[in-house]
């Protein structure tokens, strides 16, 4: 989910750049065992990454939403947590919503992602 959020904040055709790029990740990544948890895309070598999706910036905001959400717990929890106590109303102030290249949809979508209603 933090690998969709960050590869979509560059505002790429979602279905045509996004999606088949994610997939190209699992399968050289997550499914080989190299990435199996937040803290192991925190720690990734951006120029392997780079082997998958080109644009540095998007691998930035990935390692750096991964790098604090681990400090939250086991990762589904921690997307829930952060998720459920991050506020719309002073979004960029969250820890989250610092990071250089998160904007307002970013952050609304990895809420959405970590279970929470747009609306709240």
Do not use: C, H
Request: glycine content about 6%; aromatic content about 10%.
């Amino acid at each position: 989910m933090i690998v969709d959020a960050a590869f979509t904040s560059i505002s790429l055709n979602y279905f045509i750049a996004v999606v088949p790029k994610v997939e190209e990740f699992k399968e050289k990544f997550d499914e080989k065992g190299k990435i199996k948890d937040l803290k192991d895309l925190a720690e990734a070598d951006i120029n392997e990454l780079r082997n998958v999706w080109k644009n540095e910036r998007s691998w930035v905001i990935a390692k750096e939403i991964a790098s604090y959400l681990s400090t939250l717990g086991d990762d589904r929890k921690a997307l829930r947590t952060w998720a459920g106590n991050a506020l719309l109303e002073n979004w960029s102030e969250d820890p989250v919503g610092r990071i250089k290249g998160v904007d307002i949809v970013t952050f609304q979508y990895l809420r959405m992602m970590g279970g929470v209603e747009l609306a709240s």
